[in-house]
């Protein structure tokens, strides 16, 4: 398994997906278990350990068992609450929400790595096209929005009393880690993006490439030779796929090809297409293409980072930082709110921010740009807060829901119980 692939694995089991790419690649088809209608696979049993390792090494046979049990009956819950949130014939869930939780998590996904390209790379390097991988995952997207509402549901009435927290604090107090050092921050993100020209500059290869087609060149050489985003593997051959299988302007474009046809150039999401039908199969069509990504320039990157300068200037002189938020941010879910991004542990902002905010506590102080794979930040400090213990005084409220997680805890363990008192469950491996 590449570096790269591993690191897709790693993050699809972090996000509790049934299934993983490597999973499908290397099966492992072994049932492990079944519970109900519901089968657990060895593959997926390796998945997540995989997941799980990174913080919790085994150091001997004996651990590595436990840890392999731990996974399975942390799995075999999972089942139990999906079995039981499907009968409740009082959850629905809307296409929209699972569409927005499906499109949520590939991002999740996407973050751990440098770029979108690298991802997209790996996904293609897999034989994978974003659209594919989302098809994948949607069933399990919904099963887990599916167990969400039917636990939400039934902790709904659970409450905690004053007098539960205080038992709980004087419990626990000696094991309750402190507060982490934290900041509040908000951001200005500007994101690097290709202008004009690049567009431009690229179409028109684009356009340079389809006639050396057209004039006689081997198709698959020259997506082998000029396709960026490793779409060039194999010379560019997607194999036998659906309509459904692609995005709506390769589709259209796609499927409007007779065999030995060569499409125009198409631009979708992922840059300029150009298609090439090499047989039909029903409702199937097999394709090769040639893809060019369209991405920033050198002078597109130094365009931005001077607006971005020219930002962090006019904020540390006295600009509204606000308004700058509203006016330049892109990104749509903070600046109505002036940037806002709420409070972050210092230990658990993202990697390209650590160095720039350590030893940072003076709120109204600025930072940047700092570059991540969205594009430029700018940030500002509204509040700092040190690394303390906890007290009923001053984190009443956290300590309250501290104690309501440990009571909703041991509910969730009573139901479990009680699903498995009338579910079929029977283990296939030790």
């Known amino acids: 398994m590449t570096s790269v692939i591993r690191k897709l694995v790693v993050s699809v089991c972090l996000l509790s997906m049934t299934t993983t790419v490597w999973g499908q690649r290397e099966t492992l088809d072994k049932v492990a278990a079944i519970v109900g209608n519901k089968v657990i696979l060895a593959s997926e049993i390796v998945g997540q350990m995989i997941a799980l390792q990174s913080n919790r090494q085994p150091r001997n046979e004996e651990e590595l068992e436990k840890l392999k049990a731990d996974i399975l009956e942390g799995m075999v819950s999972d089942r139990l609450f999906l079995i039981a949130a499907e009968k409740d014939t009082s959850i629905n869930l ?7 939780a499906l499109d949520e ?34 069933n399990d997207i919904e099963g887990q929005l599916l167990k969400q509402r039917f636990i939400a549901k039934r902790l709904q009435t659970v409450s905690v009393s004053r007098h539960e927290v205080e038992e709980f604090f004087n419990k626990y107090k000696d094991s309750i880690p402190s507060q982490p050092e934290a900041v509040k921050l908000a951001h200005i993100l500007i994101p690097i993006e290709p202008s004009q020209q690049a567009e431009d500059s690229v179409k028109a290869h684009a356009v340079e490439l389809r006639q050396l087609v057209l004039d006689g060149a081997d ?8 396709s960026d985003l490793g779409a060039g593997v194999n010379g560019g051959d997607l194999g036998y796929i ?11 474009a796609a499927f409007n090809l007779n065999v030995g046809d060569i499409s125009g150039v198409i631009r979708t999401q992922f840059g300029y297409h150009i298609i090439k039908c090499e047989d039909k199969r029903n409702d ?13 320039s050198v002078e597109d990157t130094i365009r931005v980072r001077t607006l971005a300068d020219s930002l962090l200037q006019e904020a540390n ?17 903070t600046c109505a709110q002036g940037g806002e991004l709420g409070w972050f542990a210092t230990s658990e902002l993202p990697v390209e921010f650590t160095s720039e905010i350590a030893n940072w506590s003076t709120p109204g102080e600025y930072k940047g740009p700092i570059k991540s794979q969205f594009g430029l930040h700018i940030l500002k400090l509204l509040d700092y807060q040190e690394e303390r ?11 309250k829901e501290l ?23 029977e283990y296939k491996i030790n």
Do not use: C
């Open 94 to 100: 809307r296409s929209e929400e699972i569409d927005q």
């Open 105 to 138: 998590r590939i991002a999740q996904i996407a973050q751990n790595f440098s770029s979108n390209e690298d991802f997209l790379t790996a996904l293609a390097s897999e034989g994978l096209t974003l659209r594919e991988l989302k098809k994948q995952y949607r």
């Open 219 to 226: 198709f698959a050489t020259i997506s082998a030779q000029h």
């Open 242 to 252: 659906a309509r459904e299988d692609v995005v709506p302007e390769f589709a259209r």
């Open 284 to 296: 199937r069509l097999h394709l090769r293409h040639i893809l060019l990504a369209v991405l920033p």
């Open 317 to 333: 002189n006295g600009g509204d930082f606000a308004d700058m938020a509203k006016a330049f941010s892109s990104d749509t879910t």
């Open 389 to 399: 213990q906890y007290s009923i005084e001053t984190d009443f409220d956290e300590l």
């Open 403 to 425: 104690a309501r997680q440990e009571k909703t805890s041991k509910l969730i363990e009573e139901w479990v119980e009680e699903i498995k008192a009338h579910t079929y469950i």
